[in-house]
């Protein structure tokens, strides 16, 4: 069984994959608490599943881009459980998932790009193929600056309309699409390394400056 799990969003979801198909979704309520309803939905899906953790073979999550805490929180558990277990982590794209669930659920045809929020009055954006392969990107900018009249995938085209007028498919990437993308080799796999696109906010302090 795989176990696949994404905290790039203020919300968190969670899926279970029995090697044929999604067995359990789940999807969070709350914004921005990643650190109290990841473990509890990881214990709920599998329990929801027919599972236990000694049944997982892999671990699936999503990397992001993202915002450095959420990330933080999906990866480090990640992470975790995988060398708990002893099994493999596979890193995605965040974005990637929801371009394959676009293709697969034919809300686009033919090139589009996947735009998510990345706070600040900026987007991340990549550019995809019709069949889901990406083809550039990802990288964080203004809506104004990446702006596009091809069909966009994501919360990108809901939050920024002008810069995004063709809305399509869903808005953020589920746990369910994550699996079926690792199970059947859809996406780029990756490690467990996140894509942050910039610094996070909280820094360690640099050298103090000598007084002179």
Not at 23 to 47: D, N, T
Not at 181 to 193: Q, T
Request: one cysteine or more.
């Amino acid at each position: 069984m795989l176990l696949a799990f994404d905290t790039s969003t203020p919300y968190v979801t969670v899926a279970v994959h029995d090697g044929a198909d999604v067995r359990v979704e789940l999807f969070s309520e709350q914004r921005m608490k990643h650190g109290e309803q990841l473990a509890p939905m990881i214990e709920q899906a599998l329990r929801q599943a027919g599972a236990s953790p000694t049944d997982l073979n892999g671990i699936a999550v999503g990397v992001g881009p993202g915002p450095f805490t959420g990330l933080r929180v999906g990866l480090v558990t990640a992470r975790t459980l995988g060398y708990v277990l002893d099994i493999p982590v596979t890193g995605v794209c965040s974005l990637d998932v929801l371009a394959i669930e676009a293709v697969e659920t034919q809300a686009v045809e033919g090139e589009f790009v996947v735009a998510t929020d990345a706070r600040r009055k900026e987007v991340y954006l990549a550019s995809y193929a019709g069949g889901g392969t990406r083809t550039d990107g990802p990288v964080v900018d203004k809506p104004a600056a990446l702006r596009t009249d091809l069909p966009v995938v994501g919360e990108g085209a809901v939050l920024y309309p002008d810069d995004f007028p063709l809305a399509a498919g869903p808005q953020r990437p589920g746990a369910g699409w994550l699996a079926r993308a690792v199970a059947d080799e859809r996406v780029e796999l990756r490690g467990s390394e996140p894509l942050y696109l910039r610094r996070p906010d909280a820094v360690t302090p640099g050298a103090r400056k000598p007084v002179s």
